[in-house]
């Protein structure tokens, strides 16, 4: 205890360090439906229908592909998986 109270403290801890730089992982994660760079407006346009049950659908499933990988949250990406999950689901 005394060789680590004479030694001066460190800045901080590789412990914070790796928790503070996790944190901000989780942050920027989408965490529902509504963090996705598209929404039902969109899904509507593209596949040209009206509000219903396989609006939820598309988002959910891009919603699914966005969480397991971050960087899919694209306007353009998901903009262009709308038509191809629709066709899944039809």
């Given at each position: ?18 928790f503070k730089k996790k944190l ?31 609006v939820g659908k598309v988002l ?28 899944k689901l039809v």
């Amino acid at each position: 205890r005394a060789d680590r109270v004479g030694g001066g403290a460190r800045e901080t801890s590789w412990r914070f360090e790796r928790f503070k730089k996790k944190l901000v992982e989780v942050q920027k994660q989408p965490f529902s439906v509504t963090d996705l760079k598209v929404n039902g407006n969109d899904v509507m346009k593209v596949l040209n229908i009206h509000s219903g049950p396989i609006v939820g659908k598309v988002l959910n499933q891009l919603f699914d592909e966005v969480e397991e990988d971050k960087k899919k949250n694209e306007r353009k990406y998901l903009l262009k998986r709308i038509k191809e999950i629709s066709k899944k689901l039809v």
